[in-house]
């Protein structure tokens, strides 16, 4: 169908994620394409690309390398099962991979997108203390502001109260640690805040509730995406880091968002510099162009699994048909030549002063009451309209939509996350198209 005849009758059958159905069918924004860093709309619209589609096209739309990578595929293999079965591309994909993970995190359990990697490290969580005779170990701790995914694994251990309501108790066994966001002591931080690190210590002030000989994993964006940007304080990770090892308990890094050089290292845990024993990940594994995800596991616990179970039988019962699908495969191979040979993450790296130079430039307008970042990440968070008493950060989007710039806003905070070869005019235009927006409401 020619996008530009859609109509309201043809709209009607596709219940859209996330997305105020009834508002969106009555002035539907509608892509018909994507190159580089820029969107195409079905009216002639072009949209600079702010948030990397949705935090995962960190190479550029349409790279060749990976469309050639992926037709190739597509011709040669369509699809082949991973039950019982194998291709050549997910073995040296995941042997690839785990070259550039941290160290000790040595297998790789493919997946199809992020809800599926978190629900997959929680239940790899599960599985190595039962494999190990502690299958009393079943709590898993969250953080308040948290996501990780939609799975009911995911959802139960996140902490944004708004994807939960409609949805009941979820699983049981879920406990939140409070998050770290503290706008009296770190507002407008520069990349990491000072202040914060003891927040950690309310972990072990819950474990003594608990019990910790109960909990399995604990669960944590190392730089939480979607409720706004919120920047671990200096010294936070570390101290989970200590509590979770003195108390066998599992750290699990939901790097759905980070990793793939979000941060200007292939994960978040290098930026940081602590090695948790899971790492969930997706969008960036293939630039968005094939739905994939996975968890990065370490030794210890593959070795559980696999010396647990008895000869002949399966050693962890999980797994997706598309686990692993040969142009996921394809597609994520060619990305990770594009990061690596074309300079992908260290051109984040040598960028990020600018961005955070010009993120904070927004400091002195109208209703800017926090700026955080971290990478090429950034929230900006809004004040309330001082006229009608309602969320600003829906104007600016409409503002900068109409100009030619893609934002994102979350509840009251603009949300950047842009493809990372962004170039220095591309975040000039993004950020003065912004600060035209916020000038004008």
Known sequence: MDTLQLNANSLESYWMPFTVNRDFKKKPQIVTGAS?????????????????????????????????????????LDFASSFGFGHPLAFEYASRLTSIAPEGLDNVFFTNSG???????????LAYHHARGQGHRQRIIGRQRGYHGVGFG??????????????????????????THDPARNAFSLGQPAHGAEIADELEQMLQTYDPSTVAAVIVEPVAGSTGVLVPPVGYLERLREICTHHGILLIFDEVVTGFGRLGHPFAADRFGVTPDL?????????GAVPMGGVITSGKIHEALMGNAAQGAVEFSHGYTYSGHPLASAAALATLD????????????SIEPLWQERAHGAKELPNVVDIRNLGLLAGIELGE????????????????????V??????????LSPPLVISETEIDMLFSTIGAALRSL
């Open 406 to 415: 893609l934002i994102r806003p979350v509840a009251n905070t603009i949300v």
């Open 154 to 179: 995911g959802l139960s251990a996140a902490g944004m109260g708004p994807h939960k309501k409609q949805f009941g108790m979820l699983l049981p066994g879920a406990a939140h640690m409070p998050h």
């Open 36 to 76: 580089g860093m820029y969107y195409s709309m079905s009216d002639g619209h072009r949209l600079l690309d702010g948030i990397a589609g949705l935090w995962c096209v960190n190479a550029g739309h349409g790279h060749p390398k990976i469309v050639e990578a992926i037709q190739k595929q597509a011709a040669q």
């Open 115 to 125: 809800s599926e990697a978190t629900d997959t490290a929680l239940k790899l969580a």
């Open 338 to 349: 594009v990061y690596l040979g074309e300079g992908v993450l260290e051109h984040a790296a």
């Open 385 to 404: 309209d001082v006229v009608t008493g309602k969320a600003m950060a829906k104007k600016v989007y409409d503002h900068c939509f109409e100009r030619g």
């Open 279 to 287: 790492i969930a990940i997706a969008k960036g594994m293939t630039n």
